[in-house]
């Protein structure tokens, strides 16, 4: 049973569920026919400029900090972390997105500037040089920093590379800000549609200190339909619930986390139209979530968790989080073991609004496609097909039935391998 909003939409893997190979579809009702996501950002907002720089924040040669301007302030929505640690880039975001609108983006990557004396000072030094070069309002621009918590902001770099702006920057949303945004992600996450006039374009970052509860990481969309921006954060909530709040790394919640829509405002909204763009912003959501979690750091596996037969869909939810962001259930399926006894922790796992003991009668365990417990019996003679099918498949499928009521949930996680270890034991050295 699928989620709400995604049952909308049509999730098409190919035979080994290659993620990086799946499709994303649905139905457009201003058009009568089915649309696909597409890969790239061409299908675009007209008058956006952007910009790419190498400001060398950390590394020489590497694009480290995005700008873009729209070419008016229009409806803008957001939503952060809910990480108490939260940056100074996020909490003036918050405050600037009071009035629901905004006209430029800044990003920052390879410094996450939290939990430095000059933090919030060096913050609004930015926003203030952004719109003084874009000539926009400071409450209207956005701004997001990823990378080293801790680390100074070399604000000098900063600095000169927004004084680049103008010469550097392109007409569109160039290829090369999905790049800018990136920190240890193995490649950029994008993608876009169009439904008659009608465009969306997105790009996310994210690939450790992954369990949003809120949007995830750093995510931008850009859209030229003119939804008011109360409905937009209805609209945005809604659909990260599903998506980017149902995925999880590693259950750790970024100090920086933050998703942005940002709307030109070109196009009237009709409900055909607001119908098509809850469903395609939903389509790419779960493109760009399942994307994010692939190309985790040290992921070689997509794990899919579907819980039914919980006793309230908040439970299921619960419940099929605790599976992925089990480390025992993710080591497993990185060593292609199925071992379905660490799935029968972590759904008991405390915390749970059920309380009461979980009856083995009414369980059912499947790991891609195999029944390995069912009604209180195990079936151990499908162990070895299971491991295969672990290994030849590049999504592992875990499915439970807990029997206790109508609440179902599908969350996504990635294995947990020695890539992971070595990636973050030396993030900083």
């Known amino acids: 049973m699928k989620n709400n909003l995604l049952s909308a939409i049509t999730v098409l893997s190919p035979e080994d569920k290659d993620p990086d190979q799946t499709s994303y579809t649905f139905f457009s009702e201003s058009l009568g026919k089915t649309l696909e996501i597409e890969v790239g950002l061409h299908h675009q907002p007209k008058g956006i400029v952007s910009a790419a720089i190498m400001a060398v924040i950390k590394y020489p040669d590497v ?13 803008t929505a957001g939503i952060f972390t809910t990480n108490r640690s939260s940056s100074p880039s996020v909490n003036l975001d918050r405050k600037n997105l009071e009035d629901g609108f905004a006209q430029a983006l800044v990003v920052i990557s390879k410094n996450a500037n939290v939990f430095t004396t000059t933090a919030y000072e060096d913050t609004l030094a930015v926003i203030n040089q952004v719109a003084v070069e874009l000539d926009v309002a400071p409450e209207d621009v956005m701004i997001s920093c990823t990378g080293v918590i801790g680390s100074p902001l070399p604000l ?20 090369e800000v999905a790049k800018a945004i990136l920190t240890t992600d193995k490649g950029p996450k994008t993608g876009c549609v169009k ?77 055909a139209l607001e119908s098509d763009f809850i469903k395609s912003l939903t389509a790419l959501s779960a493109k760009l979530s399942r994307d994010i979690v692939y190309q985790a750091e040290g992921a070689n596996k997509l794990i899919q968790a579907t819980v039914n037969g919980a006793v309230s869909e908040d439970n299921a939810r619960q419940v099929s989080k605790f599976i992925v962001n089990s480390p025992l259930v993710k080591t497993a399926i990185f060593g292609a073991d199925p ?28 790991i891609n496609g195999f029944t390995l417990f069912v009604k209180g019996e195990a079936d151990v003679s499908k162990l070895k097909q299971v491991s295969n099918s672990i290994k030849e498949l590049k999504r592992t499928d ?17 294995d947990l391998s020695y890539e992971y270890v070595k990636e973050n034991a030396e993030y900083t050295t």
């Open 156 to 175: 000098d770099k900063v600095s000169a590379g927004v004084s680049t702006f103008k010469s550097a920057s392109k007409p569109g949303l160039i290829n």
């Open 339 to 366: 071992n379905w006894g660490r799935v029968v922790m972590a759904i008991g796992k405390p915390g749970q609004v059920q309380t009461s003991v979980i009856d083995p009668s009414k369980i059912k365990i499947e």
């Open 195 to 271: 439904f008659g006039e009608v465009v969306l374009a997105g790009m996310a970052k994210g690939a450790g200190m992954i369990e949003p509860n809120m949007a995830t990481m750093l995510v931008y969309f850009f859209t030229n339909l003119n939804l008011d921006s109360k409905r937009l954060k209805e609209i945005v909530s809604s659909v990260s619930k599903e998506t980017f709040n149902s995925i999880s790394v590693d259950t750790d919640t970024s100090t920086s986390d933050s998703l942005i829509v940002f709307s030109t405002g070109e196009i009237e909204p009709t409900p």
């Open 398 to 414: 875990i499915e439970v039935d807990l029997g206790e009521g109508q609440g179902s949930w599908t969350s996504w996680g990635c």
């Open 63 to 75: 694009y480290d900090l995005t700008i873009v301007k729209l070419p008016k302030r229009g409806p």
